[in-house]
């Protein structure tokens, strides 16, 4: 596997991740593809070697325990006063909170 | 560098903050910046640690289960809100050991409520209805602060607070539909924990001088006055709804400003609470000490069996 940096791009971002059957060739694709994308820096590493998470669970990663205590709906609470509900500008679900 | 070049580095931080654009870790920032965020962010982490301890005083004796694994629940909660945001103000170059060391001597601050006592179960509904409304208003509008770690930990922890205030809420209901007795409780909890919980939000905006460059930072996004005066249009139909009543005698909603009025705070008492004259500072303190010197030989032992692990994971990678 291998990344490539944009130009003049302060970030270390991957912005393209190549896949190669071995170190020589993945260098080989990594130095046409900078030369046709114009991009500053390439680098390669075996992906055996890489450890990373997986994006698929991103979500769990702020989604709390399953208990079902630790669940707003679990506590019985009237419907009025109206239910204060405290906007952010956020978009996700998340951050909405329906007050008592 | 030059000043020039620092001027220009700061030029581009100001125009990323002007466009939303979250700072990370290893972006350049202004040294204030930095500062100020590990401040904050440190100050935020002990607050969550020392929060465990007026509740943990009750966990052993929560009238039923339901109250008790609730409680259990909200208490581990916090202790884990404390750890991400030591990791989020670790990755601006504090050690947790050097903020440990600033909360364990004292020199650091946390929020006051919890220089505070739990006297009765009321308590308990009180802290989780006022004081944990009162944060959430404060962390919700934290998750769209500039720095993204912040912003990342809080989104998770808003998310995790949802019950808080609500098996807060329930506790003080189940008690004002009670005995006498029972009521009489409630009452009196609210009557200790309003104005404190109005303290919360800090000084008033004319008297908060780090407000406005907060609020240029994008660390703040509501100043202290807005949010306080959010948190009692929200929370004083709460308490009528139940029959509760609000110990301010100049509380009334203002029609014209859409909005309620309320009585002027104490803030001798602020002051002499932040400055370590409350009921509990020491107490709080000494507990905390206590728990990091008894907690040594755990934390010896865990290091332990991870250098073992590691010596062993070095051993198979060789062999």
Redesign the interface.
Same mark, same amino acid.
């Given at each position: 596997m291998g990344s490539v940096r944009s130009k003049n791009d302060l970030n270390t971002d991957t912005v393209e991740a190549l896949h190669a059957s071995d170190a020589k060739m993945a260098l080989k694709m990594q130095e046409m593809y900078t030369h046709v994308a114009m991009k500053a820096l390439a680098f390669g590493q075996v992906s055996a070697q890489i450890t990373a998470s997986n994006p698929d669970e991103n979500g769990e990663?702020?989604?709390?325990a399953a208990?079902v205590?630790?669940?707003?709906t679990?506590?019985?609470?009237?419907d009025?006063?109206k239910t204060?509900v405290?906007e952010?500008?956020?978009t996700?679900e998340?951050?909405r909170?329906n007050?008592? | 560098m030059s000043e020039k070049e620092i001027k220009s580095l700061e030029d581009i931080f100001n125009q990323r903050i002007a466009r939303d654009e979250k700072i990370e870790p290893k972006d350049w920032m202004p040294e204030k910046y930095r500062k100020t965020h590990i401040r904050q962010i440190s100050q935020h982490a002990h607050s969550e640690i020392v929060g465990m301890l007026p509740e943990g005083n009750w966990i052993s004796r929560c009238p039923t289960l339901?109250r008790k694994?609730?409680l259990l629940?909200k208490v581990q909660?916090e202790g884990g809100h404390g750890l991400y945001l030591y990791s989020a103000a670790e990755t601006l170059g504090i050690s947790r050991e050097e903020m440990f060391e600033q909360l364990h001597t004292g020199a650091a601050k946390y929020s006051s409520i919890f220089n505070y006592p739990t006297l009765t179960w009321a308590d308990i509904g009180a802290i989780g209805w006022l004081v944990d409304?009162a944060a959430?208003?404060n962390q919700? %509008?934290l998750?769209?602060t500039s720095f993204g770690p912040y912003s990342r930990a809080m989104?998770?922890i808003?998310?995790?607070e949802?019950?808080h205030?609500?098996?807060g809420?329930?506790i003080i209901?189940t008690l004002m539909n009670g005995t006498q007795e029972q009521k009489d409780m409630a009452q009196d909890a609210l009557n200790r924990w309003w104005w404190p919980s109005l303290m919360m939000f800090g000084p008033r905006d004319e008297d908060s001088p780090n407000s406005e460059q907060s609020m240029r930072w994008k660390l703040k996004r509501k100043t202290n006055d807005e949010l306080r005066q %959010?948190f009692v249009d929200?929370t004083v139909?709460?308490a009528?709804?139940i029959g509760l009543k609000v110990p301010d005698s100049d509380l009334k909603w203002n029609e014209e400003r859409g909005h309620y009025d309320f009585g002027p705070i104490d803030w001798d008492e602020f002051w002499q609470v932040v400055n370590g004259h409350g009921p509990c500072n020491k107490e709080r303190l000494a507990a905390r000490n206590k728990a990091w010197d008894e907690g040594a030989w755990i934390r010896e032992a865990a290091n332990a069996y991870a250098s073992k692990q590691a010596a062993k994971e070095e051993q198979r990678k060789t062999a």
């Open positions: 990663m702020f989604e709390p208990d205590y630790r669940h707003p679990f506590y019985v609470l009237p009025e006063p204060h405290i952010v500008g956020f996700a998340s951050t909170f007050c008592p | 339901r694994v609730a629940a909660d409304g959430i208003m919700v %509008a998750i769209n989104i998770r808003c998310k995790e949802s019950f205030q609500r098996q809420y329930e209901m %959010a929200q139909p709460q009528e709804l």
